[in-house]
């Protein structure tokens, strides 16, 4: 592709985040029973208790934001910090979500006990000090420590009634001393923190000249911050001279953090940023790095031909194949570079410019990442295909054209099919068929998944209400439900509507939900979802395994079926550690009383392997790729003698069923 370069990376990341949901699975299969099956001999419980101490440590983390060190008589402790250099965003949102549970106001108190100030809980102050108080007050009152924070304060009325004793200022933000001791507050939902000997502060800069380098640099990373790097672009722009724009962040950087910690995050931003400071020193150019945020950075070169803007993101590119030594561990990471390059003197502006090094970006990125490419007019003329692409779609799904569905069969391990699912597809009018990978991320962004995932509901739900009019057999169907869906306000009533329209058995109905997607405002969509699972409709986590989330709450939701995902498949034929994975899932379904069905099967012997570790469903190239509605029925005809749902469903009669009393159809009682 022109313009495109890749980055050698012989060290590549392997991330390890299966270990952890081992020893989560392992650990909740002891308490149904399993231990035995599930691990075996001593020695591997060792390693699976020390990997629950680890996961145990990184959900401290998500919930409070970050480690740091405090000291104590010479001791080293590792504290949950509330104020991260990486994903505050994606923190404050996680705070959100579990705020009911997770946080209380603060009551700061002098010496004679006066309350001095009510913090609130939805205070930015209140993160660090809510972490402190809980970490650390109980647990050694009146014992001094020495902690480190990274916000400078936006609250300059604290100064009012607080001091500081001691403190020493660092690159990165401030060492403050103070003496901590709790105090017991009638008000259940407060907690205290009295001040002794010192008063914790959010200081202000000394003096104008640390307020505005703070103001135009990152606290993270010493690069420009974002105000200051967009305000480089636009002072580059305004001098007409030519000049360059480099847009990258590290790739799979959430899994960085997700499996080494915020820490090891933060360590490794800190590191990319120092390379790609050096690499500019180095290449003779006026390169003005910046940091957006998270792991974006952005490169401002004003003055450079395109080939030299060239050069410098190839340099970058390869330094970053250096391991990372962090503390967490030795690691290795690569990065996505999208550019574009300005002549001068024709117009020009930022927000264009941005445009075209982020569409650059996302190129990359799907065509495998850690490479680069610069805008050019192949792009231009795709970023207007996208658009045309974009209204189209829209169009299709307001005029109930176009939308449709492949079914991929499902078998059990005597290959005998079990079911489908059905797989969302567009006919383009004028086009032809458009594949998958090409319309569904413009959905998403967009804003059209909801309407689509609703629309192809309504496609497959018609398609099941025609075959079981003529009596065809067809067994159960699961359908994708996006999160923009499952949170629509309409979703049950319209769900169900769509199966009453069509007199479909919503027993013969599979509803397939991400993870992710599920632990967007938890309650709610675990009502929603139990309401319809009173109506015989089934519910399964697809991908299930690529977040450690769910482990926490697969005995709470309204679950039925587990799809193991193809990460953990793959090497399950190879892998000791994939098979204690598989296992491990294996057992705690069982104990749960769920049914896992294994997707990505393509080899026979990965099929063989999950068949003796005791999964009994199946999906994938190996045993049946995508098929077309018609050849979906011929299977189905083949398998079965009658549709096992043709006759056995009334609306006009059905209830839902009580909660206590929810009952599924094993379809798999069909195909003896």
Known sequence: MPDSRSFSNPNAVRFQAALVVVAIVITL??????????????????????????????????????RFTLERDGTTFQVASGYAGTDVKELNEEYGRMGVRMRRN?????????????ISADSDRFVILEAITLMLSNQFPGNRFRFATNDMGRLDSAERYWHVTESTEYDFGWILEATLDGVKDPDPDVINLACDLARLTLLKARDQRSLKYQADHDVLTGLLSRRAILASLDAAIASGEPLGLIYGDVDHFKQINDTL?????????????????????????NVDPGRLGGDEYLCVIPGCSEPQMRTYVEAVGFAMNAPFELSAATTSASMSWGAAFHPGGADCNSSELLKEADVA??????????????????????????????????????KRSGVHADFQPQFDA???????????????????????????????????????????????????????????????????????????????????AALRASSVD????????TESSLLRDLAERGHRLEELRRWGIRIAIDDFGTGYSSLSYLRELPIDIVKLDKEFVSDVDTSTESRLIVQAILNLAKALRLEVIAEGVERESQFAALVALGCNAFQGFLLGRPASLEEAKAMAMRQWPANPFANDYDWSTAQ??????????????HTA
């Open 506 to 513: 919503p027993r013969s109905v599979v509803l397939e939900i």
């Open 29 to 66: 299969s002891w308490i149904y029973g399993g231990a035995t099956a599930a691990v075996g001999a001593g020695v591997g419980s060792l390693v699976l208790m020390a990997l629950l101490t680890n996961w145990l440590i990184s959900q401290v983390e998500r919930l409070t934001g970050e």
């Open 261 to 285: 910690g915020h820490l090891a995050g933060d360590e490794m931003l800190v590191e990319v940023s120092r390379r790609i400071r050096e690499e500019g020193a180095q290449s003779g150019l």
């Open 361 to 398: 970006l996302y190129q990359v990125k799907r065509d495998g990442r850690n490479s680069f490419r610069i805008f050019d007019d192949e792009l231009r003329e795709w970023t207007e295909e996208q658009k045309r692409l974009e209204s189209d779609l829209a169009m299709s799904i307001n």
């Open 414 to 496: 005597n290959r005998q099919l079990v079911g489908f699912e059905a797989l969302g597809r567009w006919y383009r009018q004028g086009v032809g068929p458009v594949p998958p990978d090409d319309f569904l991320p413009i959905a998403v962004e967009r804003g059209l998944m909801a309407d689509f995932d609703r629309e192809m509901y309504r496609h497959v739900s018609h398609v099941l209400g025609v075959l079981r009019k003529a009596g065809q057999p067809f067994g159960t169907v699961s359908v994708n439900v996006s999160a923009e869906w499952l949170e629509e306000p309409e979703f049950v009533r319209m769900t169900l």
């Open 106 to 118: 603060l009551k700061l108190r002098d010496d004679e006990s006066q309350i001095l100030e009510l």
């Open 656 to 669: 839902p069923s009580p909660v206590e009393n929810i009952v599924h159809a094993d379809f798999r009682r």
